[in-house]
């Protein structure tokens, strides 16, 4: 029979085994390729301001609501 020390130590090695590998293929799949977007879209909008691009939106500001809105007190 397999000592409880041992069968610990698997499991505790498996689940760390599958979460670097989890970590990693994370990294691969998801997160390089959006940081490879969000460098490019850097690129692109810095060459923009240098060429003079003026952006005719406005960007919006975050505010603040009031809840008193819409309340009739009559």
Known sequence: MIELPI????????FGFGMCAGMVLHYMGEYRSL??????????????KKQGF???????????TDPSTGIDET
């Open 7 to 14: 069968v610990i130590g698997l499991i505790v090695g498996f």
């Open 35 to 48: 940081r490879d977007d969000y460098r490019e879209l850097v690129h692109t909008l810095t060459f923009m």
């Open 54 to 64: 003026v952006p005719q939106f406005d960007i919006e500001q975050p505010t603040e």
